[in-house]
């Protein structure tokens, strides 16, 4: 057997320099944290190769002190903290010098650098050796120049993509940390061709137009909340604008660009009854809290962090997406529709009079057990004006002085007996009357779910198989079942019996959700479980059975009753299967459309 030995230092610094540099765009992050730390307000980078033969950073920060340029590249040499106790009260990205020590073991680094009202200096490092400071020119910051990366360690080499993968990671950095930084200009060059300029742009909302494209436009929700000790700020996008990948979804917690599990799935959460499974948001969002309240020091390369109270973030990120949505001033307004004194043409023409699915056989409003038919009677329904001012609505208003009068009949016609254009001041609005009916009843399915504190006994208890680690947290969590409605008890050293669960529950897989639960309760420790989100395929099953077919003939009542419920309904985006419920047309689509324009 080896015997033990002692590592030379040039091997343990290599070793600890892979932690933090796989890649060039490993780099240019370490490079672009430093220069945020130094206060830098513009920062250009030139690359070449996807980096590998060339990275060159430039900012406009304080730059480094003559003194300290020969520190820099030294491991464990830093301006950001005095003693342990400080990494946990930092509000830097980094410590300024310690990126640069695991650089310059793996490509060679020179540092030219001025501090206000001083001389420039220059040093350059490779490995250990460090050479001496020469004086320069340069303006007033920092230029950082990296080359030939892995050039003695040809096993890091092999695993470098090519030039234009590599060259895509940087650009993603770059992009990510001009939208979470966007008051910071960021230029971006790449074979002295510019990849990348966010010079003069300092709205978020329009470097996210820049940045991803002006199909984004109307459908960006601005989000500014604060729960507690958490204030949530940026954009996330409504339910009808979706993506393959989550790489549009940027997340910084107090600045600092993260990829965090908790954050991750509290945000796939908040969307799982309006968008379609393996789709994502757009979220562009900043999470301030205390410093004291995280523990950014638990990854080599920054990229994560720990929270001290994880379930309780866990929690609010759902219901600010929510409040968010709500409040959104774009398509969802209150309502000021366009109404008329004479009938709203139809396909066919009755007179008003109460309508029940038991008397007429075109009625598609069905009775059952969990939602109160549709009662079409003489008098058309009204909208409560507390209500419309309360709950996210589909249209804008016709005036300032929202004086509303939707008990009239709305402006509409009912095309293929399938879809309804509704007419608006706005535009023109076209619904699919299956999706709308299916989200309005699916939001009253699971209103009354969420309000059930019956559960039923089991004909045969279910035995569920229990890993010891989740037996403990079972063992500290048996009231929270209690309060979730199930009667669940211990049986033997890894096995848990289930005697009773809520009603709603019959028809579910009650092994699996038991395990979710204690997983999420062993992850996020003090999260709580919205159970009716559980039974999401079994109530969209029940919404859609009930709802309104394509194809079906309604009402003029019927019609106006549906519109008005839609309006009133707290989700009007998505059915809950995540299809979009209407297209909007307004003056410029339309003109569009018929090249007016």
């Known amino acids: 057997m080896a015997r033990i030995q002692q590592l030379d230092s040039i091997t343990i610094n290599k070793i600890a320099a892979g932690e933090v540099i796989d890649r060039p765009a490993s780099i240019v992050k370490e490079l672009i944290e430093n220069a945020l730390d130094a206060r830098a307000s513009s920062i250009t980078i030139d690359i070449k190769e996807g980096g590998k033969q060339l990275i060159r950073m430039t900012d ?55 501090q206000k009202n001083e001389s420039a200096y220059e040093i350059s490092a490779y490995k250990d050796t460090i050479s001496p400071i020469k004086k320069t020119t340069h303006a007033p910051g920092t230029t950082l120049t990296i080359t030939d990366l892995f050039h003695d ?60 494209g002006k199909s984004i436009k109307d459908s960006c929700i601005p989000v500014n909340e604060t729960i507690g000790p958490l204030t949530f700020t940026g954009y996330i996008s409504d339910p009808t604008l979706t993506f393959s990948n989550r790489n549009k979804q940027i997340i910084t917690v107090n600045g600092r660009l993260i990829k965090n599990n908790l954050i991750m799935k509290a945000l796939t959460d908040s969307y799982r009854d309006m968008i379609a499974q393996r789709r994502f948001p757009l979220a562009i969002l900043d999470i301030k809290l205390e410093p004291s309240l995280i523990d950014v020091n638990i990854h080599p390369q920054k990229t994560d962090i720990k929270f001290v109270n994880p379930g309780f973030l866990f929690d609010c990120l759902p219901k600010v997406v929510m409040m968010s949505l709500q409040a959104s001033n774009k398509h969802t307004n209150p309502i000021e529709p366009i109404v008329h004194t004479h009938q709203p043409f139809q396909t066919q023409t009755i007179a ?14 069905h009775d059952h057990s969990v939602i109160e038919p549709y009662q079409v009677v003489d008098k058309q329904p009204e909208v409560d004006p ?21 008990s009239s009949p709305l402006d509409y016609i009912q095309v293929l007996n399938t879809y309804i254009f509704l007419n608006t001041p706005t535009g023109a609005y076209l619904i699919d009357q299956h999706a709308v009916h299916e989200r309005i009843l699916y939001e009253k399915i699971k209103t009354h779910a969420a309000t059930q504190t019956a559960r039923q006994v089991l004909l045969l208890s279910e035995v569920i198989d229990v890993s010891l680690d989740l037996m403990v947290i079972f063992e500290a969590e048996k009231d929270y079942f209690l309060e979730l409605n199930f009667l669940i008890e211990q049986f033997g050293s890894d096995q848990l019996i289930v005697r009773e669960i809520p009603n709603i529950f019959q028809k579910s897989s009650i092994n699996s959700l ?84």
């Open 60 to 114: 406009n920060g304080d730059g480094f002190h003559k003194d300290d340029l020969a520190l820099a590249p030294i491991r464990h040499a830093t301006s950001k903290i005095r003693s342990l106790e400080d990494i946990y009260e930092t509000q830097s990205f980094g410590f300024r010098g310690e990126a640069l020590s695991s650089i310059c073991h793996c490509a060679h680094l020179s540092i030219v650098s001025r």
């Open 153 to 212: 360690l040809p096993v890091r080499q092999r695993f470098l993509k090519t030039n234009a993968t590599e060259l895509s990671y940087i650009l993603d950095y770059c992009i990510q940390f001009s939208l979470a930084h966007p008051h910071i200009s960021f230029v971006l060059t790449a074979d002295e061709t510019e990849k990348l300029n966010t010079t003069g742009i300092t709205d978020l909302y329009q470097l996210m137009i820049l940045l991803y």
């Open 352 to 365: 008003s009079h109460s309508i029940s699915s038991s008397t007429n056989p075109a009625a598609p409003f």
């Open 386 to 406: 507390a209500v419309i001012n309360a709950l996210p609505n589909l249209l804008q208003p016709l005036s300032e002085d929202r004086t509303y009068h939707t």
């Open 514 to 597: 038991v395990i979710s639960i204690l997983n999420q309760l062993k992850e996020f420790p003090g999260s709580t479980r919205n159970l009716t989100l559980d039974q999401k395929e079994t109530l969209q099953r029940q919404a859609c059975r009930a709802a309104i077919k394509a194809g079906q003939t309604l009402y003029p009542e019927e019609i106006n009753q549906l519109l008005h419920d839609f309006i009133k309904s707290p989700q009007n985006y998505t059915c809950p299967h995540g299809r979009p419920l209407f297209i909007f047309y307004d003056k410029s689509k339309l003109e569009s459309l018929f090249l007016r324009k």
